[in-house]
């Protein structure tokens, strides 16, 4: 059974001062977690949107170093609103807001310190349209981040390397695109580092786990397909990668996102995979893990969603945390016994 | 001006064996193509279907250690046969044949010697729909092939080594689905191999060229957009790698594929490719340097294509081998001085 946060949602908009004055935060959401000496510390998604008239609507890119805004009456000819998340017009595709990366501490794990400032913003082409979902992992001496690039060459993962979670060294695209939900393992497995990603393909292929292995944390491969969606279960359309994994007694777990429709639902679940070749499931969620169910979770930017990037394992204590509905920041504690009972 | 060999199509599936007796070659085509001391050896893709009857359909597909055939009567509820290429049945999709390579060797370099039994055939699950169009490299002291793995994860490249170009040990998957038209630079730049690839994200992004280095040919990473299509050009829908790049005074010269609608056409251009940054596009053809215009390229199983995997350069003479019409093979002789003026 999940124990979501009384305080639920734990970190909304309002907490978070927006990077400049014309901009409003419009969603803190899908950060990553990890335990920091006796702190815990998210990497937060911090989503942004230009103020904007009421007949205009407007996209944030960055663009030669800096973040720029392209504005467009909303009755121009051929613009296409149908998505709230983006703007096409003339073939080309924006997006209505830009992400950015902000560093997030607590010592009881539900009340955060929110900095002022953000940690990683967008500061590449590739990253023109912002910078998505991180993930954090400590392997080998330094903190490890994945985030998702996004611009209009695609969405990939990038690498991104600190030894105090606020300076960061870009090391490179790691996963082409389309691919994201990228998670790298906290050890080396057999000298090398060890990842799940989700490529992305289309019309032959589905949406998938795969699993690669890397020397220098930015060239991957030996890609292995590890798991899909299933049919006639709660992760029927599509399945991704969601929090690091973590070791247990029988493997690794990793909690894992899955879609199903009608309507269209993100839920989490969980995967245990073998200690030495975590590329062999050895069981899975037989229903989900965490469900929306909370009117944040039901209700919102994109509702009908909980996606995780990031948890922090004690015992038997599983924090969560996740981002519910694309808007705000919540917690749930769920028993590791439990979710172990619930594999198949 | 390109010059058709008089002889074209040069390879056609009346001159291939088939690999079983209950299977037809219905295509030989996009062949890898190298020098191989005072002959040119080609990797053909063979594709072959089942013998079926008139009121059925079937579906080859690699399946734990054997291709086996899936049959269907035409008139199967809820059969979809729209796509000449492949049968779509209660959400899967099959493919109507499946591509094995095969050896031929040549002294002109125009009538060739043709194996009789394949030389690597699919024998992986991700392998399962077939391996087609293959490019050779040879560094470093051994041959190096990439093909494309087809299988109902996606379509994926993988790399295999030899010393012989008739045994070949698979190294693994080397870039995930949906990626294929993976060309390998015949050197190594800066101390690690380097290639062009071709991801395809959809929705946003678009299948593009991309350039990645690798330690070990299996893991590949630091990924950089190298070149997209061009509005209102021959390559204005999509683009992807062809030849294996070939040095030339100015840098790397790539023969690539572009991709235009009304009619839907597959034409050749070239890039020019900055010596040491091969990431950096110097010039690229403003008007393709071969087009289908003959019947063979115009006409058969998917008309409208020039497509190439492999070219032998030799001073200026640049003899393109090609598929065309996905069916046949064909050879072209291109001046590479024609090729250079072309460029802007």
């Known amino acids: 059974m999940a124990r979501r946060a009384p305080e639920n949602p734990i970190i909304t908009p309002a907490h978070v001062a927006p990077s400049r004055a014309d901009f409003e935060v419009v969603g803190v959401f899908n950060p990553a977690a990890i335990a920091h000496g006796d702190h815990v510390v998210l990497l937060l998604r911090v989503a942004e949107a230009p103020k904007v008239a009421p007949n205009e609507v407007a996209a944030p890119v960055w663009e030669r170093g800096e973040i720029v805004v392209k504005r467009w009456r909303r009755d121009a000819p051929g613009l296409d609103l149908s998505d709230a998340r983006a703007i096409?017009?003339?073939g080309a595709t924006w997006l209505t807001s830009i992400s950015h990366l902000r560093v997030a501490?607590?010592?009881d794990g539900v009340h955060?310190?929110?900095d002022d400032r953000p940690t990683f913003a967008p500061a590449h082409p590739l990253e023109a349209f912002g910078v998505e979902d991180p993930r954090l992992t400590f392997v080998a001496g330094e903190y490890i981040m994945n985030y998702t690039a996004v611009s209009d060459a695609g969405i990939a993962t990038g690498i991104a390397t600190s030894r105090?979670?606020?300076?960061w060294e870009r090391r490179g695209i790691a996963f082409a695109p389309n691919n994201?939900?990228?998670?790298i393992f906290p050890e080396q497995i057999a000298g090398k580092y060890a990842a799940l990603h989700?490529?992305?393909p289309d019309g032959i292929g589905q949406p998938a786990i795969w699993y690669a292995t890397s020397w220098d944390l930015?060239?991957?491969g030996d890609h292995r397909f590890v798991a899909g969606r299933r049919a006639g279960a709660w992760d029927d359309l599509k399945i991704g990668g969601g929090a690091v994994p973590f070791r247990v007694d029988r493997g690794w777990l990793a909690i894992y996102h899955g879609v199903t429709r009608e309507p269209l639902t993100y839920s989490l679940g969980a995967l245990l995979l073998d200690e030495h070749d975590p590329s062999r499931v050895l069981a899975r969620s037989r229903e989900p893990i965490l469900k929306p169910e909370a009117?944040?979770?039901m209700r919102g930017f994109f509702g009908n969603v909980v996606f995780t990037c990031g948890v922090v394992p004690s015992g038997d204590v599983v924090k969560v945390y996740y981002g519910a509905a694309d808007g705000v920041t919540a917690l749930a504690e769920l028993s590791l016994a439990d979710i172990m009972r619930g594999l198949a």
Do not use: H, Q
């Open 88 to 90: 096409s017009i003339d």
């Open 105 to 107: 501490r607590s010592r």
């Open 112 to 114: 955060f310190e929110i």
């Open 164 to 167: 105090d979670l606020r300076n």
């Open 180 to 183: 994201r939900d990228v998670t």
């Open 198 to 200: 989700r490529p992305m």
């Open 218 to 220: 930015v060239r991957w």
């Open 295 to 297: 009117p944040y979770e």
